[in-house]
T-cell receptor, first 113, second 115 residues
């Protein structure tokens, strides 16, 4: 299973764009990249998933370069309510090894007024 | 929509007591998972059920048992609670019968303290 590395924490001011990068050097051909958001006292919430290039939804964008060895979660114009821990997961959606994905410690984003 | 519902939300046990944590989902999902999260840590997989009638061990199964009662419900049992099992427990579900890198839907957790 691909090992991921994320910054432990990040600070940002309200209204700024925030980019959180996840490194996954040993990503496999059939691996997808998934991001979750977790607020205090709540379970994680799925944000976005991608395989290559760029994926965008109403919450965030996910940028994946051609070599797929890293990915960047982009949150546009953050607000105080975006203060949370963000987790990057890498692994297959199906088949052998797809059930044992682990959530690392994530990146704690603090949005400052 | 209720989504994934966990009960109870809080519980305090004494060492050696037993307890069952309940999880139910109303989304007709096939796969269900139990995680624990310790302070400042990520989530660690305890057990999972890829489909109704099947269960398998995750990363940290020792001290726990599970039952996939039906398609909706997946319970986690602590037979003899130990202080090291003090944690927040999360249940999650996935629509498909594939693996956990499909979008997971989480409950709000059960905060368990063992004295």
């Amino acid at each position: 299973l691909a090992k991921t590395t994320q910054p432990i924490s990040m600070d940002s001011y309200e209204g700024q764009e925030v980019n959180i990068t996840c490194s996954h050097n040993n990503i496999a051909t059939n691996d997808y990249i998934t991001w979750y958001q977790q607020f205090p006292s709540q379970g994680p919430r799925f944000i976005i998933q991608g395989y290559k290039t760029k994926v965008t939804n109403e919450v965030a964008s996910l940028f994946i370069p051609a070599d797929r060895k890293s990915s960047t979660l982009s949150l546009p114009r953050v607000s105080l309510s975006d203060t949370a821990v963000y987790y990057c997961l890498v692994g297959p959606r199906f088949g052998a090894g797809s059930y044992q994905l682990t959530f690392g410690k994530g990146t704690k984003l603090s949005v400052i007024p | 929509n209720a989504g994934v519902t966990q009960t109870p939300k809080f519980q305090v046990l004494k060492t050696g007591q037993s307890m069952t944590l309940q999880c139910a989902q109303d989304m007709n999902h096939n796969s269900m998972y139990w995680y624990r999260q310790d302070p400042g840590m990520g989530l660690r997989l305890i057990y999972y059920s890829a489909s109704e009638g099947t269960t398998d061990k995750g990363e940290v199964p020792n001290g726990y048992n599970v039952s996939r009662l039906n398609k909706r419900e997946f319970s986690l049992r602590l037979e003899s609670a130990a202080p090291s099992q003090t944690s927040v427990y999360f249940c999650a579900s996935i629509l498909g019968t594939g693996g956990s890198n499909q979008p997971q839907h989480f409950g709000d957790g059960t905060r368990l303290s063992i004295l």
